[in-house]
């Protein structure tokens, strides 16, 4: 396998083990206070740990993970993602299972509300979503395969955001949110180094397609980077602020605004070190999971998965099955891009075939096999 290969299925599935790595961080640390974990005087990522309970596993995910891994097996099992009807259906198809079977872990509030009413019959899989004014966050880990995906392409995010989200959520706020993550996630995929002005550019033109204010916010994040924690915790919660999702001093809520703008700051002000960036998070109190979860797959698609501690992917309780299903979509999409490139690309006259020569010229990451040249 080449460099650029390697580098690329690295990022695949640092991005995938990322998000699964943060949500079992956070899953034992859910609902405790910031204050009280602000006097945790230990890092809060150097290993994962075992729930108060004392019945859930060491490295439980949520329902944050089984819904990215619902997209994952969704796409494999058709062979591709498309903006249709299709791929949203096929992916409603592996989602009613987690709650039918009530097999979900610690699901998030917005995504139940949403399922509760298909597996009960009371509507179709495709009109269940929850009406606008309902911006939770449960939804945000769909995105990161969708970045994935569109590596090449992040000009087809926001219509794909907009066939797997609304499956459950239909306000613009959690749109735009979820094509932010999906842009960034396909921009650290299909880059060799953080240009911020690319990166506040890529992300903001994919969230205004649903939102113009929040394009506006990221835009503008720069200012909230070089605040204190407190004085960046404000600004944050003063962004597009909704009397139904009040701020909270003391713990994280759902609401998806801050939940994206938290994940955002914390990644870009420790992008070279997954614990530094998911310690931080660890400390905001309430329902930690999805910031964690975003979190961590931002610094999985920049750093790469043998950058994420060893210690924190080998605890993982489904390890094998998560990293297998990123394998696997790392293999459909590479394989994707080379069939589409030999339909649309064909041979100059002349070209004969030469042994050893590297045939994988249009691979997905195309621009890292360049540079690594």
């Not at 709650?99 to 399922?115: F, K, L």
């Not at 002000?269 to 614990?275: A, D, L, R, Y």
Request: negative net charge.
């Amino acid at each position: 396998m080449s460099k650029a290969r390697d580098t690329l299925r690295s990022k695949y599935l640092g991005a995938i083990m990322g998000a699964a790595v943060g949500d079992a961080l956070a899953f034992p640390l859910r609902n405790y206070s910031r204050n009280f974990l602000a006097s945790v005087a230990h890092p809060l990522a150097e290993e994962l740990q075992t729930c108060p309970d004392g019945f859930t596993p060491l490295g439980q995910t949520t329902g944050d993970t089984q819904c990215c891994n619902a997209v994952i097996t969704s796409i494999l099992e058709r062979g591709d993602l498309r903006a249709d009807a299709e791929s949203a259906k096929l992916l409603a198809e592996h989602l009613i299972p987690l709650w039918r079977d009530m097999s979900v872990v610690d699901p998030a509030g917005d995504n139940s509300s949403a399922m509760n009413l298909i597996v009960k019959g009371i509507t179709e899989w495709d009109n269940a979503a929850l009406p606008c004014g309902n911006a939770g966050s449960g939804c945000l880990t769909r995105a990161i395969p969708i970045g994935l995906w569109n590596a090449r392409d992040p000009e087809k995010i926001p219509a794909q955001v907009k066939t797997l989200v609304t499956i459950t959520h239909r306000d613009d706020r959690t749109l735009a949110a979820a094509s932010a993550v999906a842009a960034f996630i396909a921009y650290n995929v299909s880059s060799d180094e953080l240009i911020l002005g690319d990166i506040l550019d890529n992300i903001a033109g994919a969230a205004g397609e649903f939102d113009e204010g929040i394009a506006q916010a990221i835009l503008d994040l720069p200012k909230i980077l070089s605040q204190t924690d407190h004085r960046a915790l404000e600004m944050i919660l003063a962004i597009s602020p909704d009397e139904e999702y009040p701020p909270s001093r003391d713990e994280l809520t759902d609401y998806v605004v801050p939940v994206l703008f938290l994940a955002l700051r914390q990644f870009l002000n420790k992008p070279q070190s997954f614990e530094g960036a998911l310690n931080r998070i660890l400390r905001l109190g309430g329902n930690m999971s999805t910031i964690a979860s975003i979190t961590g797959a931002l610094c999985g698609s920049y750093l790469g998965v043998e950058n994420i501690p060893g210690n924190l992917v080998d605890n993982l309780l489904e390890k094998e099955e998560i990293q297998r299903n990123a394998e696997m979509l790392f293999e459909l999409r590479r394989n994707l891009k080379r069939i589409e490139a030999a339909t649309e690309q064909p041979d100059p006259a002349g070209k004969t075939d030469e042994p050893g020569v590297d045939e994988d010229s249009e691979d997905l990451n195309q621009d890292l096999e360049s540079s690594s040249e």
